[in-house]
């Protein structure tokens, strides 16, 4: 049965690459993506031969067993077609690709997939990645030793462990089967979009309900604004819907919709910036498919960088403390130096430091107990002490408990004897022992 709704395929070089390496498939039943690699002249090779193998699948199949089957041949078909390309070619030697293709088989979506080109599945208002990343950092992100966010800015997040090349006679493919639904809508797309705009970026585009054309236009703009250092290839498959097909003519974009010996000239490459560094590392191979021992050393490599990033977050960790405690004494000493009136159960009292308190530790400290009652004051001057009064000094202070001393004498009509001010206490001094007097009874 051929299948029912609509879709859309666009290919952009991106703002930095001189030239575009992916292909992209929009058919009647058959929808792919393949992402080139092995520099200039390889990636468009390896991405047009991967989706002129799979384009004789854009038929109508009798289940979904026939399909896989297919679908697998079809890339093993792929792989030799690779490996003699290379063998011709020398200057092709390590091209490669990474296929995600879906064959629509009446209302189920038979997957194959292999490299880091994804697949989303919109539905219910929710996105969801279908396929995983055969890369290096996501054994790290599988393992927990990294977060998915700093899997998007790992600097060997272009590492594939898995990939349609010209090293491998049989590619191992992850294959699967999922039931589709009307108003489902399927992504696929290479990671010059998936790597620069977010999954809530690309939820919010699916959520307008445009178009599969306008809302992969969309998408590609999201990815040309946030710099494209990649190509870019979108395939948006809409089930059924709102959107009817418009035409039954399949669209081949990017590299595979170029003539078989024709010649494209590249672009002129995008000056570098240094404020864009991301754009400068775009230049370089971003795909390739790694030895044993190369592996171990990126994972010894990880490890060196996690613990380096462990000894700046502790070093950076300890100066901030440091400089916490400097400032916090530097603070306690200064309000050891304030001054102020305040209330003490019924008495006025002269404290050393500041009214505030950090959590139960007090800022101030009583160091004289006035004798003046709160009782004997006039109402204007107990409410000054009961909210306090600052001074500048223990000079001023006593000055100021002067003035609350007369206020009291004026209310009680006696004159209360003057405190002191607040001295230490002298060391007591011993009294002479019997015999060291120099006078005496004689």
């Given at each position: 049965?051929?299948?029912?709704?609509?879709?859309?395929?666009?290919?952009?070089?991106?703002?930095?690459?001189?030239?575009?390496?992916?292909?992209?498939?929009?058919?009647?039943?058959?929808?792919?993506?393949?992402?080139?690699?092995?520099?200039?002249?390889?990636?468009?090779?390896?991405?047009?031969?991967?989706?002129?193998?799979?384009?004789?699948?854009?038929?109508?199949?009798?289940?979904?067993?026939?399909?896989?089957?297919?679908?697998?041949?079809?890339?093993?078909?792929?792989?030799?077609?690779?490996?003699?390309?290379?063998?011709?070619?020398?200057?092709?030697?390590?091209?490669?690709?990474?296929?995600?293709?879906?064959?629509?088989?009446?209302?189920?979506?038979?997957?194959?997939?292999?490299?880091?080109?994804?697949?989303?599945?919109?539905?219910?208002?929710?996105?969801?990645?279908?396929?995983?990343?055969?890369?290096?950092?996501?054994?790290?992100?599988?393992?927990?030793?990294?977060?998915?966010?700093?899997?998007?800015?790992?600097?060997?997040?272009?590492?594939?462990?898995?990939?349609?090349?010209?090293?491998?006679?049989?590619?191992?493919?992850?294959?699967?089967?999922?039931?589709?639904?009307?108003?489902?809508?399927?992504?696929?797309?290479?990671?010059?979009?998936?790597?620069?705009?977010?999954?809530?970026?690309?939820?919010?585009?699916?959520?307008?309900?445009?178009?599969?054309?306008?809302?992969?236009?969309n998408l590609l703009k999201q990815a040309l604004d946030g710099g494209a250092p990649d190509n870019v290839t979108v395939v948006l498959v809409e089930v059924g819907g709102v959107h009817p097909i418009s035409s039954g003519t399949a669209t081949i974009v990017g590299a595979a919709s170029t003539p078989s010996g024709v010649l494209i000239p590249a672009v002129r490459p995008a000056r570098t910036n240094w404020l864009h560094p991301v754009r400068q590392a775009a230049n370089e191979p971003s795909h390739f498919e790694p030895a044993a021992d190369y592996l171990e050393e990126l994972i010894e490599e990880d490890r060196r960088r996690a613990k380096r990033r462990r000894i700046g977050w502790i070093s950076a960790l300890l100066v901030v403390l440091l400089a916490l405690t400097g400032a916090g004494i530097l603070a306690y000493n200064w309000t050891q130096t304030r001054y102020f009136i305040g209330a003490d159960d019924d008495s006025v009292v002269i404290f050393q430091g500041v009214q505030q308190s950090i959590g139960p530790i007090s800022l101030s400290t009583e160091i004289d107990d006035t004798g003046i009652l709160l009782a004997d004051l006039p109402p204007y001057q107990r409410a000054s002490v009961e909210r306090t009064i600052n001074a500048r000094s223990l000079a001023d202070a006593m000055a100021i408990v002067d003035r609350l001393r007369a206020g009291s004498e004026a209310v009680t009509g006696e004159t209360p004897a003057p405190t002191p001010p607040p001295t230490q206490t002298p060391t007591p001094i011993p009294a002479p022992t019997e015999g060291t007097d120099g006078g005496g009874a004689g």
């Open positions: 049965m051929v299948f029912e709704g609509s879709s859309a395929a666009i290919s952009h070089t991106g703002k930095v690459r001189s030239n575009n390496q992916d292909s992209g498939y929009s058919g009647a039943n058959l929808f792919a993506v393949a992402d080139g690699m092995g520099g200039h002249a390889g990636g468009d090779v390896a991405s047009s031969i991967a989706i002129q193998r799979l384009e004789p699948l854009d038929q109508s199949f009798p289940d979904v067993d026939e399909a896989q089957a297919s679908l697998q041949a079809a890339v093993t078909t792929a792989a030799g077609d690779l490996i003699r390309a290379a063998k011709e070619r020398p200057e092709l030697a390590g091209l490669g690709t990474t296929v995600s293709a879906i064959i629509m088989v009446d209302d189920h979506a038979v997957i194959g997939h292999i490299g880091d080109s994804r697949i989303y599945l919109y539905r219910d208002d929710e996105l969801t990645q279908i396929t995983a990343d055969h890369t290096f950092v996501q054994r790290l992100v599988d393992s927990g030793r990294i977060t998915p966010e700093e899997a998007r800015y790992h600097p060997r997040r272009s590492v594939l462990m898995r990939v349609l090349s010209d090293m491998d006679h049989d590619p191992e493919l992850d294959m699967f089967v999922m039931p589709t639904l009307p108003g489902d809508r399927w992504l696929l797309c290479s990671d010059g979009l998936s790597g620069v705009v977010d999954e809530p970026h690309i939820l919010r585009a699916m959520r307008l309900g445009l178009p599969p054309g306008r809302t992969a236009d």
